[in-house]
């Protein structure tokens, strides 16, 4: 399947910057399962640009641009070609043991009700693999969707604890499940196709380390595996280790944000 995407993102500030520092996680990578056909990162003003590599093996882009700095417009745009894996990652970038995604952040930890309902959808199932495609489901069908932009901050217990969540909050919840039932478990950023899907955040969902297996990905807002729709960008202990932009700022005042994606599916 071919996908165009385009994600464009506006920062607009109450007082002239003089200096605004960005790091980018917006470009995805080659593996045996999606294919980079084209793709673009644009601003609208000067900036010293630098390419690299972070520690968990995400491609980054550093953007250094001089004030006085009022507003800035980024682009991303591009498409991929992806391919059916059964959710099973193969020709990945893996620089840290899978051991490390144990690890609990902030946003991440399990409290009391995640660990009692990961306990609860798994206790009876041998199987890892298919615990986790239990808990996948399970997670999907407990809490309505929001389409609304993440709220930043909001741990995976306080959301588990809501009547609704976005993509982002119900992979945080699966990432807390699995870890609290001893099973690695990290936060991936990407794209996905979904009919009549317009949002103001790139997707989220979640790998897990399966023996035998390796990593294999689950997207609680589908209840599914990640397949031909889903683009992966980055990953990280949590949805801030795997942001698409994270930066300073030198200036006064106030920072708005505006955020747009849309993918959509080329014949």
Not at 93 to 122: C, H, N, S, W, Y
Not at 205 to 210: I, K, Q, R, S, T
Request: glycine share 8%; with cysteine; hydrophobic share 40%.
């Amino acid at each position: 399947m071919r996908l165009s995407i385009d994600h464009r993102t506006t920062y607009r500030f109450t007082e002239p910057q003089a200096r605004v520092v960005q790091l980018l996680r917006m470009t995805p990578r080659n593996t045996h399962d999606q294919i980079v056909a084209d793709w673009h990162i644009a601003l609208d003003c000067d900036a010293r640009i630098t390419e690299g590599q972070d520690g968990f093996g995400n491609a980054t882009t550093m953007l250094y641009i001089d004030g006085p700095v009022e507003r800035i417009d980024l682009s991303v745009t591009g498409e991929v070609v992806t391919s059916h894996s059964d959710g099973v990652l193969h020709g990945t970038l893996e620089p840290m043991p899978a051991k490390l995604f144990l690890r609990d952040t902030p946003l991440t930890q399990a409290g009391a009700a995640i660990t009692a309902f990961a306990r609860e959808q798994v206790a009876d199932e041998r199987d890892t693999i298919a615990a986790l495609h239990r808990l996948n489901r399970a997670i999907g069908e407990r809490q309505t969707l929001s389409r609304g932009r993440p709220e930043p901050g909001l741990s995976a217990e306080d959301a588990f604890a809501r009547s609704s969540a976005t993509p982002r909050d119900l992979a945080h919840v699966f990432i807390a499940a699995a870890r609290a039932r001893g099973i690695p478990a990290r936060y991936v950023s990407g794209y996905c196709d979904i009919a009549d899907d317009r949002r103001s955040a790139p997707h989220g969902w979640a790998d897990a380390w399966v023996e035998g297996l390796g990593w294999v990905g689950f997207d609680p807002t589908l209840r599914l595996s990640p397949e031909e729709h889903h683009v992966r960008v980055a990953v990280g202990l949590d949805a801030v280790g795997a942001a698409p932009v994270a930066g300073t700022r030198m200036g006064e005042g106030d920072e708005c944000l505006d955020v747009a994606v849309t993918v959509n599916r080329e014949e």
